[in-house]
Every structure is written in structure tokens, then in C-alpha cells.
């Protein structure tokens, strides 16, 4: 049973920058596909960016691009989120997800292709 903790959450002001972890135990981290969602109140939960494991793909939605920047530290289990450049419309729960193996690229960014999820951690841009 894999199990996802996310960390790094907090208060910025607009243009400050905050890095995200989810760190990973109970599987093999290698090859699966990890993601970050974001979801605000009243919204459905939206997608963020991806590091499929399987080539090392990556990808970001439109609205982060260029500001956010997704990577991993295998020996850790580790995903992290750089996040630069943030603001307000930024601010939600963020949530890591997995799913142990390969994910179609078309599907990469619907959040029931994923299996597990964290618990999330609140990031608020003020303005």
C-alpha cells in the first residue's frame, strides 16, 4: 500500500516562491507516475503537473508553465514542486498522486487515473 505525505505548504506574498515535497513509502517509486492536483473550495479538483517514471515525461498545465518545475529524487522517494513566480489565483490544497506504473499520455492529467492520493497542503499567495 503506497502512502504519500506532502509537505512544504504555507503563506506567501504574490511573486514569492515555495517548494512542495511528497515523499512516497509502501511501493516501488522508480517507475510509477506521480502528479500534483490543486483543488480550491467549490472547484473540482485541477491538474498541476506530472513526472511519469516509466521515460521520465513531464508535463505542466498552461497555467503554471514556465513558473512551476517538477522533478524527483529517486533515493528519497521523493516528488517536489518548485513553484516560483506565485500568485493569488495560485492559492488551494495541493495533493500528490500516484499510480504504480505507466499512465497513457493522454490521460496524465484526469485525476482518476491516479490511485493514491496524499492528505494535501494548503499554499496562499496573498496579494
Same mark, same amino acid.
Given at each position: 500500500?503506497?502512502? +504519500?505525505?506532502?509537505?512544504?505548504? %504555507?503563506?506567501?506574498? @504574490? =511573486?514569492? /516562491? +515555495? #517548494?512542495?515535497?511528497?515523499?512516497?513509502?509502501?511501493?516501488?517509486?522508480?517507475?510509477?507516475? *506521480?502528479?500534483?492536483? #490543486?483543488?480550491?473550495? =467549490? !472547484?473540482? #479538483?485541477?491538474?498541476? &503537473?506530472?513526472? #511519469? %517514471?516509466?521515460?521520465?515525461? $513531464? &508535463?505542466? @498545465?498552461?497555467?503554471? !508553465?514556465?513558473?512551476?518545475?517538477?522533478?524527483?529524487?529517486?533515493? !528519497?522517494?521523493?516528488?517536489?514542486?518548485? *513553484?516560483?513566480? +506565485?500568485?493569488?489565483?495560485?492559492? @488551494?490544497?495541493?495533493?500528490?498522486?500516484? !499510480?504504480? =506504473?505507466? $499512465? $497513457? &499520455?493522454?490521460? +496524465? /492529467?484526469?485525476? %482518476? &487515473?491516479?490511485?493514491?492520493?496524499?492528505?494535501?497542503?494548503?499554499?496562499?499567495?496573498?496579494?
Amino acid at each position: 500500500q503506497v502512502q +504519500l505525505v506532502e509537505s512544504g505548504g %504555507g503563506l506567501v506574498p @504574490a =511573486g514569492g /516562491s +515555495l #517548494r512542495l515535497s511528497c515523499t512516497a513509502s509502501g511501493g516501488t517509486f522508480r517507475r510509477n507516475t *506521480m502528479a500534483w492536483f #490543486r483543488q480550491t473550495p =467549490g !472547484k473540482e #479538483r485541477e491538474f498541476v &503537473s506530472v513526472f #511519469r %517514471g516509466s521515460d521520465n515525461t $513531464i &508535463s505542466y @498545465a498552461d497555467s503554471v !508553465k514556465n513558473r512551476f518545475t517538477v522533478s524527483r529524487d529517486i533515493p !528519497k522517494n521523493t516528488l517536489y514542486l518548485q *513553484m516560483n513566480s +506565485l500568485q493569488p489565483e495560485d492559492t @488551494a490544497v495541493y495533493y500528490c498522486a500516484a !499510480k504504480g =506504473g505507466h $499512465i $497513457i &499520455s493522454s490521460m +496524465l /492529467s484526469n485525476a %482518476g &487515473s491516479y490511485t493514491y492520493w496524499g492528505q494535501g497542503t494548503q499554499v496562499t499567495v496573498s496579494s
